[in-house]
């Protein structure tokens, strides 16, 4: 298959940093078998380490690339895995099922993309009026919200460099 498009280099975002508290959300938490309102807070404080992964819309080559490598890397195996996106709970369901990671990761789900405007990485969607979704983005949080590592695409598409986010865990 051939995969023919465009990089497109994307303006400088103010998003949080190493050091930050990243903010709190409450938005629908997707899991294997149900979903309900869940705070990022929540997340956080079950846990040791968070790694928040906002990605592009479910079924989007970027998502099934960025979950196939963190399922092969096994990432739930050192922290609470969660990502973010504009899909709906149902299309998370889904990529849950088809990516093969249910069970090990959960899916926030954010239609208006509001969580992506308050980290400041909400982009437009080209050629998409009216549609945006988050830029790529990994941020690895502590239990207290607190950004030990942040990566914000300066590229669409764009990837994390998956190393660098290991060496975080």
């Given at each position: 298959?051939?995969?023919?498009?465009?990089?497109?280099?994307?303006d400088p975002v103010d998003h949080?940093?190493?050091?930050?508290?990243?903010?709190?959300?409450?938005?629908?938490?997707?899991?294997?078998?149900?979903?309900?309102?869940?705070?990022?807070?929540?997340?956080?404080?079950?846990?040791?380490?968070?790694?928040?992964?906002?990605?592009?819309?479910?079924?989007?080559?970027?998502?099934?690339?960025?979950?196939?490598?963190?399922?092969?890397?096994?990432?739930?195996?050192?922290?609470?895995?969660?990502?973010?996106?504009?899909?709906?709970?149902?299309?998370?369901?889904?990529?849950?099922?088809?990516?093969e990671i249910e069970g090990d990761?959960?899916?926030?789900?954010?239609?208006?993309?509001?969580?992506?405007?308050?980290?400041?990485?909400?982009?437009?969607?080209?050629?998409?009026?009216?549609?945006?979704?988050?830029?790529?983005?990994?941020?690895?949080?502590?239990?207290?919200?607190?950004?030990?590592?942040?990566?914000?695409?300066?590229?669409?598409?764009?990837?994390?460099?998956?190393?660098?986010?290991?060496?975080?865990?």
């Amino acid at each position: 298959m051939d995969l023919d498009f465009d990089v497109v280099d994307l303006d400088p975002v103010d998003h949080p940093e190493a050091g930050d508290t990243a903010p709190d959300f409450t938005r629908p938490l997707v899991n294997d078998e149900f979903w309900e309102d869940e705070s990022l807070a929540s997340v956080c404080a079950d846990s040791d380490r968070v790694v928040l992964v906002f990605h592009a819309m479910d079924g989007a080559f970027p998502a099934t690339y960025i979950w196939n490598e963190i399922r092969d890397r096994a990432w739930h195996e050192q922290a609470t895995v969660v990502g973010v996106s504009i899909s709906t709970p149902y299309e998370h369901k889904q990529l849950l099922e088809e990516r093969e990671i249910e069970g090990d990761y959960r899916l926030f789900s954010d239609p208006a993309n509001g969580v992506a405007q308050q980290y400041g990485i909400d982009m437009d969607l080209d050629g998409m009026a009216g549609i945006e979704e988050p830029r790529p983005s990994v941020f690895v949080l502590d239990s207290d919200r607190t950004v030990e590592y942040a990566w914000v695409a300066e590229n669409w598409p764009d990837f994390p460099d998956y190393d660098d986010v290991e060496a975080q865990l």
